[in-house]
């Protein structure tokens, strides 16, 4: 009964894909995948199926304990990709032992985490997004895509599109922030980045949407936790990138690592079946998360690799990354009749369309044919800078920066000549060699006789002798910059934290310096958000940095000489404190909310020992001048479902600086089935100002994008009020209203 079953719903999960939407090259690409797999054997299926890293364990001991090396494994057609290869003559290598010398020469797909950059890296992704630059970004994938394709990367398993409110998570660094609405933006554009018009160009690479679902929600902040919430919750806050990505044309995504209300991702069929296909249209194919099958086991879903395997193919998953569940149980099972061979069909049939699309089966080695002359395009570089530049927000500023009427500066501080830390978490095919560091920029900017440097500490530990040498330097100068933060040892995957602040030599050194009676300009280096109230309180001037990648140094300089003027706005709250967390802007009301008046009154939603507001909040970012916004009129104050708001708005650069600014626009849904945020992002302009010009801007906001989950969990737009807000940050006060009918 139970083998019928298990048949019976391989066959339903084979019927239900037929009603994807598929373009006609995609067409095309599954005719051809249909056509090869009849020649196919299982275990070459089964092959396809499976992704291995060189040398790992999984790759040379089977099932049968028989010991294989990767050759003979590729030529028995029992690899189907490869990951975490950076060698462009060892891909060549691998690739040629596929095609040349398994039974039917099907082609290898290599992937590799190019996250924010491959040689040229960027700013961290958490980074990149405080531009608001959706073209930029989308430019910085394409440029990442350009230099992996040409060293030989066919793949690359990015954008994260985890929505995450926790700065303990560390790969907060990976994603975009808090906010789907921005998030969502910024996965299309990344999809359109990597994979542009034409996937087969030998300038376009396969994205990965991942990690599906919800990874960027773990209990705790915890790497890997569980993630539990309402499934309103879910899609209202972190289904809008996932479906933005695929929507883009995705053509691969990763299942995330973590159960999902009660049932790990990789084995969740509700996840990778009948949310990501049925509903969302995603046609290419899903790889689990690293060892994520056989991680079942762990989760006490599956008693062991073989169970773990069927559990995934029954979800819908198509490639098992590393732990070789997949090509090591797949016969058996099907032997077994636990999965039947149509279904094997199936989701091999995704793998090899893909491989298709990306031209591999013309021409296997069309990439890497470039090579490096492909990579450190001077004009790449160009737009790394401005990238580097755009992304960095300034957080206080008593007038301190731009520096003028300087004549020494001490750059002082453990990241200010640290490649590797400004590089960040997954920094691609990077070298350090090629990374311009802040003291390298700096001396470039204001001549190297002019930039006195001294580490003063490390990270996390002390330097014999290192203040004093940093108080000897500051002294020297007229003003002190100071880089302070965490390294890129703090960022990424696993490294989550319980605490967030400024670690303790560090703070030692910044108190040290501050009594020189120098001013003090904090560069704050980080991926994540931290608990800085008393740093920002002490010092004169604080620039957000980040790990802003290889032309990071040269983009400080432009910002603190004031050849660039800051724009950067945060797109993760900072908290005052840990206790806070999760702290977002777009929070519900309670039925007892805060009296902003008497912040402490008893029986509110308040805390006794902390305001309820966080340090900075969700958009914020100053600027060398000042922007008004005044004169918000909403043009169509009544509105039918299914039209448009229009709003406008005039803003005004009111100080000494050009300069460049983020409009944002928020609304209210003031009375909805379920309950809504106090503010949500639903529009936004970059604009560029010279000093003394106004402008007015213009919004228009459909009113389906005003829709939301309701109860049956259907979503859509009602009928009812709205207030809407424009400004600088998620406070803004300009404010309007407008009625949907
Ligand atoms: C684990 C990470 O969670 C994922 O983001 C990454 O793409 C894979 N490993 C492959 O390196």
């Given at each position: 009964m139970k083998r019928l079953l298990s048949i019976l719903l391989s066959i339903a999960i084979v019927a239900g894909t037929a009603t994807a939407q598929t373009s006609k090259e995609e067409q095309e690409a599954f005719k051809f995948a249909d056509k090869l797999i009849k020649k196919m054997t299982l275990r070459e299926k089964l092959g396809q199926m499976q992704q291995f890293v060189p040398n790992s364990a999984s790759v040379v001991t089977g099932p049968d304990g028989e010991t294989r090396d990767i050759e003979t494994y590729i030529r028995e057609g029992c690899v189907g990709s490869f990951l975490n290869i950076k060698d462009p003559k060892e891909l060549n290598r691998l690739q040629k032992i596929a095609v040349e010398e398994s039974r039917l020469g099907i082609p290898l797909i290599f992937g590799f985490d190019i996250i924010h950059g491959c040689r040229i890296i960027f700013p961290e992704n958490l980074a990149a997004s405080c531009s608001w630059n959706i073209e930029a970004i989308e430019r910085s994938a394409q440029i990442a895509a350009a230099?992996?394709?040409?060293?030989?990367?066919?793949?690359?398993?990015?954008?994260?599109?985890?929505?995450?409110?926790?700065?303990?998570?560390?790969?907060?660094?990976?994603?975009?922030?808090?906010?789907?609405?921005?998030?969502?933006?910024?996965?299309?554009?990344?999809?359109?980045?990597?994979?542009?018009?034409?996937?087969?160009?030998?300038?376009?690479?396969?994205?990965?949407?991942?990690?599906?679902?919800?990874?960027?929600?773990?209990?705790?902040?915890?790497?890997?936790?569980?993630?539990?919430?309402?499934?309103?919750?879910?899609?209202?806050?972190?289904?809008?990138?996932?479906?933005?990505?695929?929507?883009?044309?995705?053509?691969?995504?990763?299942?995330?690592?973590?159960?999902?209300?009660?049932?790990?991702?990789?084995?969740?069929?509700?996840?990778?079946?009948?949310?990501?296909?049925?509903?969302?249209?995603?046609?290419?194919?899903?790889?689990?998360d690293y060892n994520a099958v056989h991680e079942m086991v762990a989760h006490g879903v599956a008693a062991d690799g073989k169970e773990a395997a069927e559990k995934a193919m029954k979800a819908y998953l198509n490639m098992d990354m590393v732990d070789g569940d997949y090509i090591s149980y797949g016969e058996a099972l099907v032997k077994e009749g636990r999965i039947s061979e149509r279904l094997i069909d199936q989701l091999c049939r995704e793998v090899l369309a893909v491989k298709y699309r990306l031209g591999l089966f013309d021409d296997p080695f069309k990439y890497g044919r470039e090579g490096e002359k492909a990579t450190y395009r001077p004009e790449n570089l160009q737009f790394a800078r401005k990238a580097a530049a755009e992304s960095m927000v300034l957080l206080k500023n008593d007038g301190t920066l731009p520096l003028k009427d300087v004549q020494k500066i001490a750059l002082i501080g453990p990241f200010a000549d640290s490649p590797l830390d400004q590089t960040g978490a997954w920094h691609g095919w990077r070298q350090a060699s090629r990374v311009v560091t802040t003291l390298a920029g700096m001396q470039e900017r204001f001549g190297k006789e002019n930039v006195l440097y001294a580490k003063g500490c490390e990270s996390h530990k002390h330097i014999k002798g290192g203040i004093e040498e940093a108080v000897a330097t500051a002294q020297k100068a007229d003003v002190v910059l100071l880089t302070l933060g965490l390294g890129r040892n703090y960022s990424g995957e696993a490294r989550s934290l319980t605490d967030i602040s400024i670690p303790q030599p560090q703070k030692e050194l910044l108190d040290a310096l501050l009594k020189t009676g120098r001013k003090v300009v904090i560069l704050l280096a980080t991926g994540r958000p931290m608990t800085i109230g008393e740093e920002v309180e002490k010092a004169n001037a604080v620039l957000l940095t980040w790990h802003s990648g290889t032309m990071g140094g040269p983009a400080i300089a432009d910002i603190v000489s004031g050849d660039e003027n800051p724009s950067g706005h945060l797109t993760l709250t900072f908290p005052r404190s840990v206790g806070q967390i999760p702290i977002h802007y777009n929070a519900k009301s309670t039925g007892r909310p805060q009296d902003p008046a008497k912040p402490t009154k008893s029986y509110l939603s308040n805390y006794k020992d902390s305001p309820n507001t966080p340090l900075f909040p969700f958009g914020y970012g100053l600027s060398y001048t000042?922007?008004?916004?005044?004169?918000?009129?909403?043009?169509?104050?009544?509105?039918e479902i299914g039209g448009e708001v229009e709003i406008s708005v005039k803003v005004k650069n009111v100080g000494k600086y050009d300069g460049t600014d983020v409009a944002q626009l928020y609304v209210r849904d003031i009375v909805a089935e379920t309950t809504r945020p106090l503010r949500e992002l639903k529009g936004f302009e970059r604009f560029s100002l010279k000093a003394g010009e106004e402008r007015v801007l213009q919004f228009k906001i459909a009113t389906s994008e005003l829709a939301y989950c309701h109860i049956d969990l259907s979503f859509k737009e009602e009928a009812g009020d709205f207030k809407v807000w424009v400004g600088e940050d998620s406070n803004a006060t300009l404010e309007g209203k407008f009625t949907i009918r």
């Amino acid at each position: 009964m139970k083998r019928l079953l298990s048949i019976l719903l391989s066959i339903a999960i084979v019927a239900g894909t037929a009603t994807a939407q598929t373009s006609k090259e995609e067409q095309e690409a599954f005719k051809f995948a249909d056509k090869l797999i009849k020649k196919m054997t299982l275990r070459e299926k089964l092959g396809q199926m499976q992704q291995f890293v060189p040398n790992s364990a999984s790759v040379v001991t089977g099932p049968d304990g028989e010991t294989r090396d990767i050759e003979t494994y590729i030529r028995e057609g029992c690899v189907g990709s490869f990951l975490n290869i950076k060698d462009p003559k060892e891909l060549n290598r691998l690739q040629k032992i596929a095609v040349e010398e398994s039974r039917l020469g099907i082609p290898l797909i290599f992937g590799f985490d190019i996250i924010h950059g491959c040689r040229i890296i960027f700013p961290e992704n958490l980074a990149a997004s405080c531009s608001w630059n959706i073209e930029a970004i989308e430019r910085s994938a394409q440029i990442a895509a350009a230099e992996s394709a040409a060293l030989g990367i066919h793949w690359t398993f990015s954008p994260m599109c985890d929505i995450s409110a926790d700065p303990r998570w560390s790969r907060v660094s990976e994603g975009a922030g808090e906010d789907p609405y921005l998030g969502a933006k910024i996965a299309a554009a990344m999809i359109r980045g990597y994979q542009g018009d034409d996937l087969s160009s030998e300038k376009t690479i396969a994205a990965c949407v991942k990690h599906f679902a919800a990874y960027g929600a773990p209990q705790a902040g915890r790497d890997y936790h569980t993630v539990d919430m309402s499934e309103v919750m879910f899609r209202d806050r972190y289904l809008p990138p996932y479906r933005a990505a695929v929507e883009a044309g995705a053509v691969t995504a990763m299942s995330s690592f973590n159960d999902f209300m009660g049932v790990p991702a990789s084995g969740n069929k509700w996840l990778l079946y009948d949310l990501l296909r049925k509903e969302l249209g995603f046609t290419g194919f899903v790889v689990s998360d690293y060892n994520a099958v056989h991680e079942m086991v762990a989760h006490g879903v599956a008693a062991d690799g073989k169970e773990a395997a069927e559990k995934a193919m029954k979800a819908y998953l198509n490639m098992d990354m590393v732990d070789g569940d997949y090509i090591s149980y797949g016969e058996a099972l099907v032997k077994e009749g636990r999965i039947s061979e149509r279904l094997i069909d199936q989701l091999c049939r995704e793998v090899l369309a893909v491989k298709y699309r990306l031209g591999l089966f013309d021409d296997p080695f069309k990439y890497g044919r470039e090579g490096e002359k492909a990579t450190y395009r001077p004009e790449n570089l160009q737009f790394a800078r401005k990238a580097a530049a755009e992304s960095m927000v300034l957080l206080k500023n008593d007038g301190t920066l731009p520096l003028k009427d300087v004549q020494k500066i001490a750059l002082i501080g453990p990241f200010a000549d640290s490649p590797l830390d400004q590089t960040g978490a997954w920094h691609g095919w990077r070298q350090a060699s090629r990374v311009v560091t802040t003291l390298a920029g700096m001396q470039e900017r204001f001549g190297k006789e002019n930039v006195l440097y001294a580490k003063g500490c490390e990270s996390h530990k002390h330097i014999k002798g290192g203040i004093e040498e940093a108080v000897a330097t500051a002294q020297k100068a007229d003003v002190v910059l100071l880089t302070l933060g965490l390294g890129r040892n703090y960022s990424g995957e696993a490294r989550s934290l319980t605490d967030i602040s400024i670690p303790q030599p560090q703070k030692e050194l910044l108190d040290a310096l501050l009594k020189t009676g120098r001013k003090v300009v904090i560069l704050l280096a980080t991926g994540r958000p931290m608990t800085i109230g008393e740093e920002v309180e002490k010092a004169n001037a604080v620039l957000l940095t980040w790990h802003s990648g290889t032309m990071g140094g040269p983009a400080i300089a432009d910002i603190v000489s004031g050849d660039e003027n800051p724009s950067g706005h945060l797109t993760l709250t900072f908290p005052r404190s840990v206790g806070q967390i999760p702290i977002h802007y777009n929070a519900k009301s309670t039925g007892r909310p805060q009296d902003p008046a008497k912040p402490t009154k008893s029986y509110l939603s308040n805390y006794k020992d902390s305001p309820n507001t966080p340090l900075f909040p969700f958009g914020y970012g100053l600027s060398y001048t000042q922007f008004e916004y005044s004169d918000l009129k909403v043009l169509t104050p009544v509105v039918e479902i299914g039209g448009e708001v229009e709003i406008s708005v005039k803003v005004k650069n009111v100080g000494k600086y050009d300069g460049t600014d983020v409009a944002q626009l928020y609304v209210r849904d003031i009375v909805a089935e379920t309950t809504r945020p106090l503010r949500e992002l639903k529009g936004f302009e970059r604009f560029s100002l010279k000093a003394g010009e106004e402008r007015v801007l213009q919004f228009k906001i459909a009113t389906s994008e005003l829709a939301y989950c309701h109860i049956d969990l259907s979503f859509k737009e009602e009928a009812g009020d709205f207030k809407v807000w424009v400004g600088e940050d998620s406070n803004a006060t300009l404010e309007g209203k407008f009625t949907i009918r």
